[in-house]
């Protein structure tokens, strides 16, 4: 009786103790971040505690891919940074926990009967795993998913049982991030109508200046003067440039384009995009500056998207210095340190003052837009966001502009 007595007395000890253990981890946990203007990454610094928290090796939040039915990483975090761009964990485990939304702890995992021959787990020689869904209610919607290299690693379903209260605030969390994406996509439908608007008196004077010049070239052609056909081409030709860049600036704008991220050399880059604005700069009689750090090495970035990147920040100091005397300086740079490219875009124009730096960004802010269509700048600074990256001004009223993109340079190591 004394033993029976005595187990029965500690069980509630022990459960509290449990959940007072599981109440400070889920306190640690940095979920205020949520509130912050990037909720992506508090979701990720979230699971980068968690990892290091149960010294796991990699952790992730795997989501059903609606297109193929398997699961993906929504979110994920690694101790080492030599695995960021691999996917360590076992489809079967996870399908396995979503099936019957039950958590599922390996120890020894290459050799777990239910799992055995799991390339994932041979490929990556994972000796632990914890996975347990991410539920809303019965039906898991996601899961959480750790894995572990380490021979010593031992998991317990105490671990399993800590994690449990964070998984709800995870769900709280996944949806929070995807109100958030549904906002910005809100947002650039309505700025997409306010900027409809906006361009289409644009295009009509453009378009008026079209029609202007086709009815002079028709005239040329019939009474033969080639003078007449060659002085409205030169009118003509601009003008459905710019026409085209409207129409793609617009639907660049407008859509949600997901990075496709590769191998891209930097300079090569930013150099076809100098080259792209050659008649801009003959029409603006500007001197062009460039210097290049040839020791920027083959980096990780969406080639295409910085390409346009650079052409609308070219483009834009372009347009903004005076005809005949302009001066653009491009320069790119290799921060070795910060692990980091730069490109720095400079102006010898009329600067920036405090007042406009604010709007700068906005659709149609730029005070000229003779070769622009006043959303170059917008578009780039989506670009940069989209790369987890910054842009800068430095600039003081009557002194000229520089914009200063510093741009994470994941390292592309060539065989």
């Known amino acids: 009786m004394e033993n029976k007595h005595t187990n029965l007395s500690t069980a509630p000890a022990a459960r509290a103790q449990t959940a007072d253990t599981a109440l400070q981890f889920l306190k640690s946990l940095p979920f205020a971040g949520l509130a912050g203007d990037n909720p992506e990454q508090a979701l990720k610094n979230i699971i980068k505690a968690i990892v290091k928290r149960l010294s796991a090796d990699n952790g992730y939040i795997l989501i059903e891919n609606k297109n193929n039915a398997g699961m993906e990483p929504a979110v994920a975090a690694h101790r080492d940074a030599d695995t960021e761009s691999v996917s360590t964990f076992s489809t079967a485990v996870a399908d396995g926990v979503m099936k019957t939304n039950n958590g599922i702890l390996l120890n020894d995992a290459m050799n777990n009967k239910d799992f055995f021959g799991d390339p994932s787990l041979q490929r990556f020689n994972i000796k632990s795993v914890i996975c347990i869904p991410i539920a809303a209610e019965t039906t898991p919607t996601a899961v959480l998913y750790l ?80 003078h007449r056909v060659k002085r409205s081409w030169d009118i003509l030709k601009p003008n459905l440039e710019r026409v085209r860049k409207f129409t793609l600036d617009m639907l660049d704008f407008s859509k949600e384009r997901h990075l496709e991220l590769g191998p891209c050399n930097f300079n090569a880059v930013i150099q076809s995009a100098i080259e792209s604005l050659n008649s801009q700069l003959k029409q603006k009689k500007t001197k062009l500056h460039i210097r290049i750090d040839q020791q920027i090495p083959l980096i990780e970035l969406d080639g295409e998207r910085i390409h346009e990147m650079a052409a609308n920040l070219i483009l834009n100091a372009i347009d903004i210095v005076d005809e005949n005397t302009g001066i653009v300086t491009v320069e790119t740079k290799y921060l070795r340190q910060e692990n980091a490219v730069q490109l720095r875009v400079t102006d010898n124009g009329p600067g920036i003052s405090d007042e406009a730096r604010e709007r700068l960004f906005l659709p149609f802010e730029s005070t000229k837009n003779k070769l622009g269509t006043g959303l170059g700048l917008a578009i780039a600074k989506q670009i940069v966001e989209q790369h987890k990256a910054k842009i800068e001004i430095e600039s003081e009223v009557g002194k000229g502009a520089t914009f200063v993109i510093t741009l994470p340079a994941k390292i592309i190591k060539e065989n």
């Open 147 to 226: 894995d572990s290299l380490q021979e010593h690693c031992n998991w317990q379903q105490d671990d399993l049982k800590l994690l449990e209260p964070v998984t709800h605030c995870l769900w709280l969390a996944l949806h929070l991030v995807q109100l958030q994406e549904e906002i910005v996509k809100n947002r650039r439908l309505v700025q997409v109508g306010q900027i409809s608007l906006q361009i289409s008196h644009s295009i009509k004077n453009i378009l008026q200046l079209i029609l202007g010049s086709t009815e002079v070239i028709d005239f040329g052609l019939r009474t033969n003067e080639i």
